[in-house]
């Protein structure tokens, strides 16, 4: 292991397109002190030969092929195969900034082991960018600002999978890559909370992430809702689940209902309330459908909030606040 060397892990697959922008911006880096290990996914168009002629200029790009297969499989690999201290991720379709791997390695110095290293980012397409990835984007960004990346954590992945780096031994202790959970950087970012890696704020944009239609995240069947509501409750039932304290469901549409599926599946006792005039007295899955009011008669109650309205969660934090109730402690954002 070389204690300077930062090792980059990007797997790829079918991305001869977007390949030559994001190695010519891992080249141009500001600091030179790298190795990219990148996997040939089992690729059918000319992207291995692609990586192959930039790998033959320069010793820094090491070339392998999965002998798995999927990013897992790949990220095993790479990860089994880099030398560096320092581990980071990178898309094949991506683009660092200059100064990323400078930034996020000074800040990983700084801090010490048992942090993460994280930078802003920036979407970018050529058809132009969804109001949703948009909104996503302003979100993820503000909470790296300040580095309260898990005040959020259940309700979207709250570490971008290719704009963070670790101390090589932290990641280790996180299990790296090797549990078979999908999605994958979801499953990444709740074992860093799980293992109380912090996040360094950080006020600069470092990662370009490109959008387009055959991106993995629009397309695979490891991004469906289903795959992200079933990694929530299981971290959730491991790591902030407080079984002496009653539990409520807040909503009744199709995540409600899934995590409300999910719980009894579990065994797992529950409340369910819901603003629905129709719904309510109502049995959905032999649980009784209970109104708002219900609250009053409870105390130390943890809730899972369903809500997707952003009218409405914020009364829902304000509701909180007046009950000097605090979020991923008595209360969890579901959407």
């Not at 999908?182 to 909370?193: A, H, V």
């Amino acid at each position: 292991m070389h204690e300077n060397l930062i090792s980059i892990l990007t797997p790829f697959k079918n991305t001869a397109e977007f390949l030559p922008e994001c190695l010519d911006s891992v080249i141009n880096q500001s600091i030179d002190n790298w190795e990219l290990i990148i996997i040939d996914d089992h690729s059918t168009d000319n992207s291995h030969s692609l990586v192959s002629n930039y790998a033959n200029k320069d010793s820094r790009i090491k070339l392998f092929t999965n002998q798995g297969n999927g990013i897992l499989d790949a990220l095993r690999l790479a990860f089994k195969k880099s030398e560096g201290n320092f581990i980071t991720r990178m898309d094949s379709d991506d683009i660092m900034i200059p100064n990323k791997l400078e930034i996020l390695v000074e800040n990983l110095e700084k801090f010490g082991k048992g942090y993460v290293a994280v930078g802003k980012v920036k979407y970018f397409s050529n058809t132009g960018i969804s109001d949703g990835y948009s909104k996503y984007e302003r979100w993820l960004n503000k909470l790296t600002e300040t580095g309260t990346n898990y005040s959020e954590i259940y309700k979207e992945c709250v570490i971008p999978s290719p704009c963070w780096m670790m101390h090589r031994e932290d990641l280790i202790t996180c299990d790296a890559f090797n549990p078979d959970l999908y999605p994958e950087d979801y499953d990444l970012t709740f074992r860093f909370y799980k293992h109380s890696m912090a996040c360094i704020p950080c006020d600069e944009i470092l990662h370009l992430w490109r959008d387009y239609s055959t991106r993995t995240s629009r397309t695979h069947e490891h991004y469906a809702q289903n795959y992200f509501l079933e990694i929530k409750l299981k971290y959730f039932l491991e790591l902030d689940y407080d079984s002496n304290r009653p539990l409520v469901i807040w909503g009744a549409g199709f995540k409600g209902k899934t995590i409300a599926k999910l719980l009894l599946d579990n065994q797992v006792p529950f409340h369910w309330i819901c603003d629905n005039p129709k719904k309510i007295g109502k049995s959905i899955y032999d649980q009784l459908m209970l109104p708002f009011s219900f609250l009053e008669t409870i105390s130390g109650a943890q809730s899972i909030i369903t809500v997707a309205s952003p009218k409405a969660q914020k009364e829902i934090r304000l509701y909180f606040k007046n009950l000097n109730m605090f979020p991923v402690k008595d209360y969890f954002f579901f959407c």
